[in-house]
Structures are given as C-alpha cells and as structure tokens.
C-alpha cells in the first residue's frame, strides 16, 4: 500500500533577552532525512520590548534565498498600549510593500481595548470590514 511521511519542524532563534528573533519552518518528505526551508518570521522589538514588526519570508528555490510575502508593523501609545497592527504585501514587480489590512484599537485607560476596527485596503483607500466591541463587567 502506497503511503507517505510528511514531518514538519519549528526552528527558533531567541535574542538576548529571551525574546524570539527568528521562526525557521521546514518540511521534510523523507522521514526526516533532510530537511528543506519553507517559512521563516523574523520579530523586531521595540525599546518597550513590544512587537515593532513582524517579517514573514518564504523559500524561494529559484533564486536560493528568502523572498519577501508580508510584514506587519505594530504601533503603540505613549502608555505602551497597542494602537494599530498594519499588515502590508510584498510587491515583487514594484519591489514595494503595499497596504493590506489594519487593525485599530481603541482602548480604556488601563489598556484593555474596548473596539478592535477591522479594515481592508481596497482602490487606494481604507474600508471598514467590521468592528469588535468588549463589554467588562
């Protein structure tokens, strides 16, 4: 009877601080013989230690490297709360990153959010795909 392994694994590199730097994902087809790269994240912090970006790669066989797919960049308050998540697509043509999606938050004076705002980048302008609202009792 025919079958077949597939075995994936998570490489992570820590900086320093114990923060994760890098995410490696591989596949192997072959038991786990050899291993081939697919995926990688790559974290960049802030002086906060919060989330500055987030840059995913995949493996790109013809050129033997790493090519750009998307990032997403975190922005924060003066309180170190968590405002805006930006995410943006590589544009291999242009060699740019384009607007995606973002996530607004508006939160309460401890942090918490009380409305996440969902929006999309459509024909060069923001639409709002939807909002979350909390309620705390």
Known sequence: TP??????RKNYTNNSNGTVDTLTEQNS??????WKDQYRTVYTYNS??????????????GLGDWANSRKETY????????????EESWDKDSSKWLNAS??????NN???????IFSIWQQNA?????TITFTYT
């Open 48 to 61: 906060a230690s919060g989330i500055a970006n987030v840059l995913h790669c995949f493996w790109h066989d």
């Open 126 to 130: 923001w639409g709002e795909l939807g």
């Open 75 to 86: 922005t924060y308050d003066d309180n170190s709360y968590l405002i805006t998540v930006l």
């Open 29 to 34: 087809f072959d038991e786990g013989i050899t």
């Open 3 to 8: 079958y077949w392994y597939s075995f994936s």
């Open 102 to 107: 973002k996530e607004e938050y508006v939160n």
């Open 110 to 116: 401890g942090g918490t959010p009380n409305k996440i």
